[in-house]
């Protein structure tokens, strides 16, 4: 079955990059798109940018243009999201996903929380 | 990019049913026949329950139907069971620069 795990929890000082991790198993990585997705407590899901796993191509929400930045090792079968300029509004839980029919996100990661914090 | 817009709140009892509107525009629901519908449960993940306006996922109870009129998209769930007691996001393809957005996201009370 379609399966992703994410890296653990992450604490983070202001101004600094996290990376997250989305190792991917149960079906073809480099057929399906990967989205990801943020979701800072008790607030909405928030779409950030979507990476096509064969060709690495990608296309971002403006809302993070300059500073997300979104990977893929094949060979791995494992996606990257790393955030740069982090503030405290960037706590949140950060999912991954994997892109399905018609622009749906079909299968998610469990999550990984990111906190900024001083 | 705005979020597409939902109502903050639906209630209903067992057995009845119930419907949460997702309102766009031109550009995103409206344009495109990619409306999603996700279900997240408190410290859960999202699960996806509808795909492309009206096509429901396997294994997901037919009581979740989906459609669309317009800029306006809609989740009705018949029959309400108290495990149905979540929240709900909509989310579409837009022809913005961002390509896609989800919506503001409904609470829906099992009474």
């Known amino acids: 079955q379609v399966q992703f795990v994410q890296s653990g929890a992450e604490v983070k000082k202001p101004g600094a990059s996290v990376k997250v991790s989305c190792k991917a198993s149960?079906?073809?990585?480099?057929?399906?798109?990967m989205h990801w997705v943020r979701q800072a407590p008790g607030q909405r899901l928030e779409w950030m940018g979507w990476i096509n796993a064969g060709d690495g191509g990608t296309r971002n929400s403006q809302k993070f243009k300059d500073r997300v930045t979104m990977t893929r090792d094949t060979s791995a079968t494992t996606a990257y999201m790393e955030l740069s300029s982090l503030t405290s509004e960037d706590t949140a839980v950060y999912y991954c996903?994997?892109?399905?029919?018609?622009?749906?996100?079909?299968?998610w990661g469990q999550g990984t929380l990111v906190t900024v914090s001083s | 990019q705005s979020a597409l817009t939902q109502p903050a709140s639906v209630s209903g009892s067992p057995g009845q049913s119930i419907t949460i509107s997702c309102t766009g525009t031109s550009s995103d629901v409206g344009g495109y026949s990619y409306v999603s519908w996700y279900q997240q449960h408190p410290g859960k993940a999202p699960k996806l329950m509808i795909y492309g306006v009206s096509n429901r996922p396997s294994g997901v109870p037919n009581r979740f139907s989906g459609s669309k009129s317009d800029n306006t998209a809609s989740l009705t769930i018949s029959g309400l069971q108290a495990e149905d007691e979540a929240d709900y996001y909509c989310s579409s393809y837009t022809s913005s620069i961002t390509p896609y957005v989800f919506g503001t996201g409904t609470r829906v009370t099992v009474l």
């Open positions: 996903a994997r892109s399905g029919d018609n622009w749906s996100v079909d299968h």
């Open positions: 149960g079906y073809t990585f480099s057929h399906y798109g």
